[in-house]
């Protein structure tokens, strides 16, 4: 299928101007293709599965799998307001940024005390990226925003980046629309509920059940 990108244009509009979350993750969920800055592999991509939860407290937005060649890599992705505030007036992170950093931390600290669940959930794990998706990019190139979060990207588990990247794809879409042909097979996100299933399937985790455990 191909996507309709001028509406999804105007959805994506409309979250912002809304600044919705509920909003963009519903447009999220109906267009992978929004998604392509966060996928390192264009090509031969495995689909998202979106909230999926971890224990009864936590979940992540989004999910997908990198099946490198050196182990199974699980991309958990949290997705915040549009437009969220990002600083306070005396420069430090605001309340709502130090709590969606938090709130990732929390998933990886659950997986290192219940190791058990991330083959439960995920069939094999051989590490996690952690992403957050926050803020606008205007916001992230103020100077001591764009130098707090260079030195948080390089020493941290947590990957931040500008809810912008979702235009970026719309853009790259419109000049490059042969690029998507890999979202264009997976388009949209996929049930939790079917995520199991989906791994149970792959021979590529089940190689590395067998390696892992």
């Known amino acids: 299928m191909s996507f309709g990108v001028v509406k999804v244009k105007n959805q994506l509009d409309s979250s912002f101007g809304n600044n919705s ?3 963009l993750l519903g447009v999220l969920k109906q267009n992978s293709f929004l ?3 966060l ?4 090509f031969g991509i495995r689909p998202n599965f979106a909230e999926v939860p971890f224990g009864t407290k936590f979940r992540c937005d989004f999910c997908w799998l990198n099946d490198n060649s ?13 437009n969220m505030r990002l600083f306070n007036q005396s420069g430090d992170p605001s309340a709502e940024l130090n709590h969606a950093i938090e709130q990732v931390k ?3 600290r659950y997986f290192n005390q219940f190791p058990a669940e991330k083959s439960r959930i995920f069939g094999a794990v051989s590490r996690f990226r952690f992403v957050l ?4 990019r205007d916001g992230w190139e103020a100077k001591s925003a764009a130098r707090w979060r260079s030195f948080h990207n390089n020493n941290s588990d947590i990957e931040i980046h500008s809810t912008d990247i979702f235009y970026d794809a719309i853009d790259h879409y419109f000049n490059f629309e042969e ?5 264009e097979e997976n388009p949209i996100s996929l049930n939790s509920k079917d ?8 021979s590529y985790i089940e190689k590395w059940r067998n390696l892992l455990t």
């Open 70 to 82: 050196d182990g199974p890599e699980w991309v958990l992705v949290e997705i915040e307001k549009p």
């Open 133 to 136: 998706v926050a803020g606008r």
């Open 39 to 42: 996928y390192e592999r264009k």
């Open 195 to 202: 995520l199991e299933e989906n791994w149970s399937a792959c």
């Open 35 to 37: 998604f392509y800055s």
């Open 106 to 108: 929390s998933w990886n």
């Open 179 to 183: 690029n998507f042909w890999s979202f």
């Open 21 to 23: 979350e509920v909003e």
